[in-house]
C-alpha cells in the first residue's frame, strides 16, 4: 500500500480578523498558504482534484486539462501539498493527490469575520 503524507495546513490558529493584531510569523504563516491560492494554475487544480472521481487525481489526469506541462504542474502540486492544502499517495509509480477539506476550511474560518462564525440560531 501507499504512503500518505499527512499534511497540517500552515495557517496560523489566530484570524487577521479576530479584532486584534496578528503576530508577524502568524501573517507569514498565513500569507505563504494564500498565495498557494493565488495562482490560477493552482486554484484549477484544487477544482479539477476536487471534481474528479474518488476525489483524487494524478499528475497525468491533471496536466491535459490545465495545458500545462507535467513538471509545471507538478511544480503546482508541490506547492500545494507544501501548504498542506492537499495530500498526495503514492501507488508504485504513480501519485495521486486529493484535497485536505480540513486545511481549506480552517483557511475559509480564518478570513470568515468572527460575526460571520456565529452558529445558526435554532428555531
Known sequence: MGHVASTRTNAPARSPLA?????????ER?????????DPAR????????SAPEGEASVSDLTAPLGLS???????????TEAGLIE???????AYYRLV???????????????????????
Open 88 to 94: 498526495r499517495e503514492k501507488r508504485g509509480v504513480w
Open 70 to 80: 507535467q513538471p509545471t504542474v507538478s511544480h503546482h502540486l508541490r506547492i500545494l
Open 30 to 38: 498565513l500569507a505563504g498558504v494564500l498565495k498557494a491560492f493565488a
Open 19 to 27: 479584532g486584534e493584531p496578528i503576530a508577524r510569523v502568524d501573517a
Open 43 to 50: 486554484l484549477r487544480l484544487l477544482s479539477l482534484i476536487q
Open 101 to 123: 477539506p480540513s486545511a481549506i476550511a480552517a483557511v475559509a474560518d480564518l478570513l470568515t469575520p468572527p460575526r460571520k462564525r456565529a452558529t445558526k440560531k435554532t428555531r
